[in-house]
């Protein structure tokens, strides 16, 4: 085929979808763009040009900067423990030869229950008098005020994380396990290395791709976090221990006030963080290739 | 048995615990007659609703669901309407992009990926500001048809990164033959390609219809009353004094049986495709 009639059909099939995303999303984005310049607030019905006030503002709201380290401290929590906990997992499946199919299946369960179902099956576990009190109970241990006070109920969110999304990290790292090649690790064991310095020398190197694609996925992930803090604690219970940034965005924009000029700057200013951290883990990731 | 197998094994066997106790204590929930919690916790008494529809048996009964599915009906067809039409839609424009993608040699294809990829990454409560403003500017708020153009578009990325993949591996001489024989690429494209590509097509789909089905954030902005989805409705039983925890569990085996059965189907058809081919030779 000619060059220029290539180049014509291939537009025409990409055309479609591209003219969709342009419309429904960068369209609006740049509008929104626009309205973080302005005092632009649907209950108030107020709606002018304020340059970079809103900008100044977020600067020194001391609620940005709560709910950004809130969830910087999730990212951490999270991602190290979910990191421990897959790692150990995929390294058990690998061990073991039967049921292992049955055990992926049921690994499998909590990721592809919707959100709003896993923050409910916890707002039950945790609820007063629900499961969590009776087991406490049963076993005559003191009881733990699981959502009801400030620092404990960040500790149960973080939990839940952990059990919505280890499975993720096993199912990842144990496919990253079993595509290892097998020869590096039996000239290893030729050679006399222990079990530990082939986990240590051979494999993990190996494996290394695998684990940070999915840290930087999970990481990446954990800025969205909102359903399970919406339906749990919404940002409580004191003193906003849970408010993460995608809640904080939430509370201002919409169940709030519909403060929606400076929410919308700080939705842009969240926007740069989220690709200035990517492009930290992308240069991560390319450099060790 | 190795001692180390046997710690592997007694491992796995308590994520496995703490895995599904949550989730059978939760739905044991959704067929309790006593569905109320007061401020005291789990002492409230049964509900008169259904009472007579449904006779308990054991103390257990059907009526939390049938519950919510006369009364929350609104939610669930909304929900079956958008997931359904948001994954048509984004699989018919996925798939004609990921075409050119993987067949054109498109000077930057390669950022395109890229493009598609950071918009994957970018949290979804940012895009809802830019979204309410447009449905709010072209009154689509609370329509179930604001929901399909969102989902539409949050879903083409991901689908165009998925099936690029799996139109890559699909040999291009099937339809060189077809195009020597005087077939237009658009042809080529429906009556060759497209029934290749089936595994990949399912694969998209199930995946759309587990994000749409679960969707939250977006369905809790734009919609208020008419358009609500089955997470909004879930969310609405939130009350800070009364939880009606039978309907909520049974709401929430709603917003997850239909996707482990379509996973389950899904598992069989691709097992039978494989061995179909395998068979073939």
């Known amino acids: 085929m000619p060059r220029k009639k290539r180049d014509v059909t291939s537009l025409l099939f990409l055309l479609p979808a591209l003219v969709f995303v342009i419309v429904v999303l960068i369209f609006p984005m740049l509008s929104m763009f626009y309205v973080s310049f302005r005092d632009y607030n649907i209950s108030a019905g107020t709606d002018r040009f304020t340059g970079l006030q809103n900008y100044v503002r977020l600067l020194t709201d001391p609620s940005v900067w709560g709910s ?64 969590l009190y009776t087991i406490l109970d049963f076993l005559g241990l003191p009881q733990f005020p699981w959502i009801s006070e400030s620092p404990q109920a960040l500790f149960s969110l973080m939990g839940v994380d952990i059990w919505q999304w280890t499975p993720f990290m096993t199912l990842v790292l144990f496919a990253g396990l079993q595509s290892l090649p097998i020869e590096p690790s039996e000239a290893a064991t030729v050679d006399g290395a222990s079990a530990w310095q082939i986990w240590r020398h051979v494999r993990l190197p190996l494996l290394r791709d695998v684990m940070l694609i999915a840290v930087l996925l999970r990481a990446m992930d954990i800025f969205r976090l909102f359903d399970i803090v919406s339906i749990i604690t919404r940002g409580g219970p004191y003193s906003d221990i849970t408010q993460t940034i995608s809640y904080y965005i939430y509370n201002v924009g919409f169940a709030l006030q519909y403060d929606l ?20 883990f992308h240069m991560i990731l390319r450099g060790t290739r | 048995m190795k001692r180390d197998e046997a710690l592997a094994y007694f491992y796995l066997g308590l994520a496995v615990v703490i895995v599904i106790v949550p989730l059978t204590w ?108 447009f449905m709010r500017n072209i009154g689509l708020i609370d ?139």
């Open chain 1, 68 to 131: 950004l380290t809130i969830t910087g401290a999730f990212m951490l929590v999270c991602g190290s423990a979910e990191f421990g906990l897959g790692l150990s997992l995929a390294m058990a499946l690998n061990r073991i030869g039967r049921f292992r199919r049955y055990i992926m299946a049921i690994l499998l369960v909590p990721m592809l229950l919707p959100s709003v179902v896993v923050g409910w099956v916890w707002m039950f576990m945790f609820y007063f008098r629900g499961p």
């Open chain 1, 261 to 280: 000029g400076y929410t919308s700057a700080v939705a842009i200013f969240v926007l740069v963080v989220v690709f200035a951290a990517f492009q930290r």
């Open chain 2, 26 to 133: 939760f739905f044991e929930m959704s067929l309790e007659s006593k569905w109320f919690t007061g401020p005291f916790g789990f002492t409230g008494g049964s509900i008169v609703y259904f009472k007579e529809a449904f006779p308990e048996w054991n103390g257990k009964t059907l009526q939390n669901y049938y519950f919510v599915l006369t009364d929350r009906a609104l939610p669930i067809l909304n929900t079956l309407v958008v997931s359904c039409a948001s994954t048509v839609a984004a699989l018919f424009l996925s798939m004609l992009a990921a075409y050119a993608l993987a067949r054109f040699k498109i000077r930057g294809s390669e950022n395109v990926a890229y493009w598609l990829l950071s918009l994957r990454l970018t949290p979804s409560v940012v895009i809802v500001i830019p979204m309410f403003l």
């Open chain 2, 143 to 281: 329509s179930p048809f604001a929901l399909v153009l969102v989902y539409t578009m949050s879903l083409i990325p991901f689908d165009v990164w998925l099936l690029r993949g799996f139109f890559q591996e699909i040999p291009v001489e099937l339809e060189e033959a077809a195009w020597i024989d005087g077939c237009s690429r658009w042809r080529s494209f429906v009556t060759i390609f497209v029934p290749l590509t089936g595994g990949g097509l399912i694969a998209a789909s199930i995946f759309n219809m587990i994000f749409c089905w679960g969707e939250y954030l977006f369905a809790l902005i734009l919609t208020r009353t008419n358009a609500i989805t089955i997470p909004v409705a879930l969310y609405l039983f939130r009350s800070p004094t009364m939880m009606p925890w039978g309907p909520i569990a049974a709401m929430a085996m709603v917003a997850t049986v239909p996707l482990f059965i379509l996973v389950l189907a899904v598992h069989k058809y691709f097992v039978r495709g494989i061995t179909l081919g395998a068979v073939r030779g």
